[in-house]
């Protein structure tokens, strides 16, 4: 456990990861939330074709969401 002062005034049960480079420095980088929400009206072949993704069709390994 590391002590981080208050004034930091990170939120409580924040989830950082200990990363340390190649000159020993180690840092605390936040843990990002899931990418996914739970939201049953998302609909992800509209988002796709907002961002102007094109889906051909063809299955390629174990990719297929609809």
Not at 3 to 30: C, H, M, T
Request: aromatic share 10%.
């Amino acid at each position: 456990m590391i002590a981080i002062p208050a004034a930091f005034k990170f939120p409580v049960n924040a989830e950082y990861q200990p990363v340390r480079d190649e000159s020993g420095i180690i840092s605390f980088v936040p843990v990002s939330p899931r990418g996914f929400s739970a939201d049953s009206g998302y609909d992800l072949k509209t988002a796709l074709r907002g961002m102007l993704i094109k889906d051909n069709g063809t299955i390629i390994g174990k990719e297929n969401v609809w």
